[in-house]
């Protein structure tokens, strides 16, 4: 990442009050709460990343077809959007340091890593 486009990612950081800057020598940033009350969810969207499956905008009435209509499969998309974003709001970023974060996929990554290790 180019470090003007990380200053920008910390800016808006700090703006949502999710980061402190500290001024002078070894200065840099902290976390405003402690890890396990940073949610992932709130730090995407302090840095406007928006999650969206479908093109148009997620509540909306009408869709992302050329004549504004809702496609068959638009409300499973949508579904989705949300269930991602309700996923990402409820894991902090202890979580993810402290590898708590396991769904069937770390699962068999810690699987393969005892193997790797008894080997």
Do not use: M
Not at 15 to 40: C, E, F, Q, W
Not at 105 to 114: D, K, T
Request: a positive charge.
């Amino acid at each position: 990442i180019s470090l003007p486009y990380l200053e920008q990612l910390f800016a808006k950081l700090r703006r949502n009050g999710l980061v402190k800057s500290v001024r002078g020598p070894g200065g840099g940033y902290l976390l405003a709460y402690d890890r396990d009350d940073t949610r992932i969810g709130d730090i995407i969207a302090a840095v406007d990343e928006p999650i969206h499956a479908v093109r148009c905008t997620p509540g909306s009435v009408s869709g992302c077809r050329i004549d504004r209509s809702r496609c068959l499969t638009h409300d499973l998309w949508e579904e989705l959007s949300n269930q991602i974003h309700l996923f990402l709001s409820s894991v902090s970023l202890g979580d993810v340091c402290e590898r708590r974060v396991l769904g069937t996929s770390g699962i068999a990554q810690r699987e393969i890593y005892r193997a790797a290790k008894a080997s």
